[in-house]
């Protein structure tokens, strides 16, 4: 599994200036915000929550091993989501 960035990055989707106390990415004036097709994948899954979980677990331990619970959640979450979609 690829780590595609924290919670800082992903899943706003913005670019722009960092608010130091939120955490947060906001769009200046005049800047066009376009989102990543992931985050995009991620938000329409219903599991986003679960990735932001495991993201921040990774974010803190550096060792997929110690967020087994995290990615085994949202790997079963992703799962079930995609059984729903198939006719």
């Known amino acids: ?3 595609h960035g924290g919670r800082s ?10 608010d130091p106390e939120k955490g947060n990415v906001e769009v200046g004036e005049g800047e066009e915000e376009e989102e990543d097709p ?3 994948r991620i938000k329409n899954s219903g599991c ?3 990735h932001f979980a495991l993201m921040d677990c990774m974010d803190e331990y550096k060792d997929w091993r110690k ?3 995290h990615v085994k959640a949202f790997k079963a979450c992703i799962d079930k989501q995609n059984k729903q979609k198939k006719p």
């Open 67 to 69: 967020c087994q619970d």
């Open 38 to 40: 992931f985050d995009t």
């Open 1 to 3: 599994m690829s780590h």
């Open 9 to 18: 990055s992903h899943g706003h989707g913005k670019l722009g200036k960092q």
């Open 48 to 50: 986003s929550d679960l």
